[in-house]
Every structure is written in C-alpha cells, then in structure tokens.
C-alpha cells in the first residue's frame, strides 16, 4: 500500500456514499483502486501519464476524475461527509474563520476557453494567479470554499461564502448554515459585510482598518484563534495538486481542492 493510498478506515466511510459499479459494457475499474490512483496524483502533483501501473491507465483515472468532477460527484461526496460529522458533534459552529490564499498556475493552466475571467484566473500584483476563499469551523476543518481570480478581493466573496457549507440535518427542517460568530482580519472590515453579519444575527470579529476607529469591546481571544484556518490552508497545500494549479479548467481545480477537503 502507498502512503497516499485511502486507508481501510477512510475506506469504510466512502464506499457506501460512491456510485454503483457499472455490471454491463466495458470492465469497470474498482472504485478504491481508481480513487487510490487520483489521490496518488493529488498528493504528487504528477503529470496523469506518470501514475503508477498499480492503478491502472492513467487514461481510464483521468476519465473517472473528469467525469465525476463534471457531474458534481465529489461535492456530493463532501456534503455527506460534512452531514455525518455534523450527527457526531465534530463541526463546532460556535465561530467560523475567513480567509483567502493565493494558488499559482502553472504555465500549462493557461489558454482555456472563455478566458481567464471565467476560469477564475488573474493578474495581480503578485502575478498571474487564483485566489482561494476559504470558511472553515471552529476547528480548522474546511466549510465551504470559492475560487476567483488573484486580482479579486476577499471582501467581495464573504457572502458567497456564507450562502454555501449548508449541512444537511438527521431531522426535517432547513439545513444548517449559521455560525454563531465568524472571525476574519482586516481585509474584510468594511460597513456592508458588518451589517450582512448583522441581519443574519451573526457576530463580527473582524479588526478595524487604521482609518475605522476602534471597535469597542473587540474579542481579542476569540481572534487569536484564527491562526486554525491558517493552519487550514497550511495542510491543504500540501497536496501538490492544490498547491498548484495545474488544471486550465476551473471546475477541474475545483475538484481536487474537493477532495483534499474531503481528506481533512
């Protein structure tokens, strides 16, 4: 067994939420060796004709991943992982953490149709780049997650970040969403966020900008904390294939920042 390989535990848990084998047509691979094949690949960040042969043609892997990226099977994957750890009490939804990382592409990452826009590339002061706009639990463990172009600012992807990571609940009822608190640094001090926090009934622990003022009464120890979703961003580039973006497509990239939250 590899080390990147699932584990029997991990094993355990995702078989049952993966779609059937296919009985008719072609041999269909098995789903932990092809899973095993893409997390070799999302871990080493190598080109898909260097996969190793224990997983099979590299071919057949990429097809899997493509096809389930497409048809939103990973996200789905997240979802019910999220929803069974949220029955055991793991995901803390007394405070949540925002922040934004900047992912560099690699050259080949360029020339998708569409244009950079809608691959959520960008130029930016630091060059040519996607940024990451992270939500994580009072733990550290990954919510929700958005992609834009480097130049983009992190205050403009608060409320998209806010309107996903809905967990669905064991009994009937509207799926979870709102955490009592939300924490983030100065990049996300402006009147508009606060007041969206605020109609949402969620408070802000957010620093104000040197020409805001001071805010009064400012939970200076539940700030020191933020360092749970630095060290978030920390462990998911690790994984090469997050840490750079080698996918001209941004629902590919999409898909491998996917699973590494699934391994979280």
């Given amino acids: 067994m590899c080390r990147h390989d699932l584990t ?9 939420l993966l779609p ?4 008719r047509g072609r041999p269909y691979h098995d789903h932990r060796t092809v899973l095993n094949g893409i997390l070799w690949i999302l871990a080493t960040g190598a080109p898909w004709r260097d996969l190793p042969e224990r997983y099979g043609k590299w071919n057949s892997v990429y097809v899997r991943f493509r096809r389930w990226t497409l048809t939103g099977i990973w996200r789905s994957l997240l979802h019910q992982l999220q929803g069974e750890a949220d029955l055991r009490g793991q995901l ?8 934004s990382t900047v992912i560099r592409p690699h050259q080949c990452a360029a020339g998708a149709k569409g244009g950079q826009q809608h691959q959520a590339l960008g130029r930016s002061r630091g060059g040519f780049s996607t940024k990451l706009h992270l939500r994580a639990d009072g733990q550290g463990k990954p919510i929700a997650f958005v992609l834009s172009g ?10 998209p970040l806010m ?5 669905k609940r064991a009994a009937q009822g509207r799926p979870r969403s709102r955490p009592h608190v939300i924490i983030g640094d100065k990049g996300y001090s402006y009147p508009s966020l606060r007041r969206l926090l605020r109609l949402r009934r969620i408070r802000a622990v957010i620093p104000a900008r040197r ?3 001071k805010i009064r009464h ?3 120890a539940a700030y020191r904390d933020r360092n749970k979703i630095e060290r978030l961003v920390n462990r ?3 994984h090469r294939r997050v840490a750079t973006r080698f996918d001209k497509l941004a629902a590919q990239y999409e898909g491998w920042v996917t699973l590494a939250s699934m391994l979280e």
């Avoid at 309107?163 to 967990?167: F, Q, V």
């Fill in 211 to 213: 020409d805001q003022g």
């Fill in 92 to 99: 803390d939804w007394s405070r949540h953490f925002v922040d």
């Fill in 163 to 167: 309107n996903l990571g809905r967990i």
């Fill in 20 to 23: 059937q084998q296919q009985t």
């Fill in 150 to 159: 480097g130049e983009r600012h992190e205050a403009k992807f608060l409320e």
């Fill in 8 to 16: 029997d535990e991990q094993w355990n848990r995702l078989a049952p």
């Fill in 236 to 238: 998911l580039k690790r």
């Fill in 218 to 220: 400012f939970d200076h």
